[in-house]
């Protein structure tokens, strides 16, 4: 069952068109990690979906409710954590908890039985006393995070969760996205793409307001350019071996990097994604005796994803 | 806790609920910041202030009650144009200029709602800021009691009050006001800047208060009656003697009405045109 119906959705700002025509849709259940550079409409489309920005044009539904016709439907289902997470500062934590959970609708003894709960979820024990305004920013963060899993809403938006936190506090928050995984939708942005690729099961990349990607971490890695590529280190003549390697089947390309001390060359072998040309290439040089002191497939990360994907050049 | 335990939360879908959460926080936000007890003190110390000068008028001349001459009063104008800015000016500005109006508009939370929350609170703070002045005839009378009962003489110069002395300004302050604080919350959705909801709040009742004047200085010209009619001044002079009239009522409810109708439309105008 899809939970978020994204269609043709579109938003200008004056002259500036921050999301062009953007369609998506995310299935109950799924970990979406929504990338892009800085400005690219990651936090628009956020917004838009929370119901706070409206869009230009097109539609988006959440749980079957669209976002502009029954926008408190739609809202009753969704946790949403903002980017610079606005608070009250002369409220205390519980207290803040307290009055988010009731305007979301909770009421009686759930009120302190949910703020207890996102307290005790969040790592916010310690602080429950605290004056909002005496917190520290990963604090600050974590009370944004409580405040969007109150009510257990099936879907979580949340915009760069992690930004501001330290690494501790980072792995806190990956290993409660994870957890929560289980029975929620969660869209995420963000910056750190080891942790999309650690926690994500979907990936949406977005650049100057347009989606160039939708799919799987696995699919993005396996289809993308630098998949198939070798590099290797090896003593010897340079011509023989690459015009053996050149004429292998896989291999488009064979580049010669100027010549290392002592005598080694490095060559960064191009072939086709989903291709290992490792055993051949050793083959063909220890064919010729030369010594080899280096051979290595690039593991193709979503930081390569994200860079092709995204690069303006 | 478990999941299961989290599925049985207790909701409510009550209109009312989320109103009267928004009025709850919004009316301690005045009583638990230092801002709504500045506001009040300084209400205190003015109210404090004319009323000397009220009991040196009213030892020369009588006739009228003590509220008459509390409202009739050059004094009375510097407070009450004023005192609307400074409880309104931060309510919208606030929260858009923290990113908190974000917060509202995210959760399943209306515009009227947040609107109607905070004009609710907003105005019961007004209320609160009257009532040392609206308990001076009875702490004269406690004054008067204990002077008998302590000395054993009649004190002179009682302050004769009757109900209606009461009732009147109570009435008017609180009708007038009513409008007067929507339009303060208006002036406070137009900017993210409260300095610049204050001066046009303040700006608006300024020129609102002087319309009433019109016809003083223009004499009395075919549209005088209109602006006798807007007269805030000819009002409270009015109500202060004890003389209820309904339409006043009827200008300002409708007045506080319209106003807060365009405030919905310019928070969902400002937010839509982002």
Redesign the interface.
């Known amino acids: 069952m899809s939970m978020v119906t994204v269609e043709h959705l579109h938003k200008v700002f004056g002259r500036f068109t921050a999301v062009k025509d953007a369609t998506f849709s995310i299935d109950k259940g799924e970990i979406v990690g929504f990338l892009g550079p800085n400005g690219a409409g990651k936090t628009t489309t956020m917004k838009m979906l929370t119901g706070y920005l409206p869009p230009t044009t097109g539609t988006a539904s959440i749980a079957g409710y669209d976002i502009i016709d029954k926008p408190l439907e739609a809202r009753r289902h969704i946790g949403y954590m903002p980017e610079n997470v606005p608070l009250y500062e002369d409220l205390r934590v519980t207290e803040y908890l307290e009055y988010r959970a009731r305007l979301k609708g909770i009421c009686g003894k759930s009120v302190r039985q949910q703020v207890g709960w996102a307290v005790d979820r969040c790592g916010l024990e310690p602080k429950r006393r605290n004056l909002i305004r005496t917190l520290s920013k990963g604090y600050r963060q974590r009370v944004g995070l409580a405040d969007a899993l109150l009510g257990n809403p099936d879907l979580l938006i949340l915009d760069e969760p992690t930004n501001g936190l330290d690494p501790n506090q980072i792995r806190q928050i990956r290993e409660l996205v994870r957890s929560l995984a289980e029975d929620h939708t969660v869209i995420l942005s963000t910056h750190i793409l080891s942790e999309v690729e650690m926690i994500c099961n979907k990936v949406i990349i977005i650049d100057q307001g347009q989606i160039k990607a939708n799919d799987t971490p696995q699919n993005l890695t396996r289809n993308l350019r630098a998949a198939g590529r070798v590099s290797i280190e090896f003593k010897g003549d340079l011509e023989p071996v690459v015009k053996e390697l050149e004429a292998f089947a896989p291999v488009k390309k064979v580049i010669v990097e100027g010549p290392l001390p002592g005598g080694w060359h490095h060559l960064i072998v191009r072939a086709e994604p989903g291709t290992d040309t490792r055993e051949k290439a050793a083959d063909i040089i220890a064919s010729h005796h030369f010594p080899m002191r280096h051979i290595y497939r690039h593991i193709p990360s979503l930081e390569d994803v994200f860079v092709e994907m995204t690069r303006k050049d | 806790?478990t999941?299961k335990?989290?599925?049985?939360?207790?909701?409510?879908?009550s209109w009312f609920?989320?109103l009267r959460?928004?009025f709850g926080?919004e009316f301690r936000?005045y009583l638990?910041?230092p801002f709504g007890w500045v506001i009040l003190g300084c209400a205190i110390g003015l109210q404090g202030f004319w009323l000397q000068a009220v009991l040196q008028t009213m030892s020369k001349a009588t006739g009228e009650s003590v509220m008459f001459y509390m409202l009739d009063n050059v004094n009375f104008w510097f407070f009450f144009i004023f005192i609307f800015p400074l409880i309104t000016m931060r309510s919208m500005a606030e929260e858009e200029s923290?990113?908190?109006l974000?917060?509202?508009?995210?959760?399943?939370?209306?515009t009227t709602q947040i609107i109607l929350g905070k004009y609710f609170a907003s105005l019961l703070f007004y209320i609160i800021l009257w009532t040392p002045m609206l308990l001076y005839p009875w702490m004269s009378d406690l004054g008067n009691l204990y002077t008998t009962l302590r000395y054993g003489i009649e004190p002179e110069g009682r302050i004769n009050y009757t109900p209606a002395d009461w009732f009147g300004p109570i009435s008017i302050l609180t009708i007038s006001g009513s409008f007067f604080i929507a339009l303060g919350i208006l002036c406070s959705s137009l900017t993210r800047s409260q300095i610049i909801a204050g001066i046009v709040c303040t700006c608006a009742i300024i020129i609102y208060y002087f319309m009433g004047r019109v016809p003083e200085l223009w004499g009395e010209f075919p549209a005088a009656p209109a602006f006798h009619y807007l007269s805030i001044s000819e009002q409270i002079s009015a109500f202060s003697r004890g003389l209820i009239d309904t339409r006043p009522l009827v200008l300002y409810l409708s007045l506080a009405v319209f106003t807060l109708a365009l405030t919905k439309r310019v928070v969902d105008y400002r937010?839509?045109h982002?």
């Open positions: 806790m999941e335990e989290n599925t049985t939360i207790l909701r409510t879908r609920y989320t959460t928004i926080r936000s638990c910041t923290h990113g908190t974000e917060g509202f508009l995210t959760a399943p939370v209306t937010r839509w982002r």
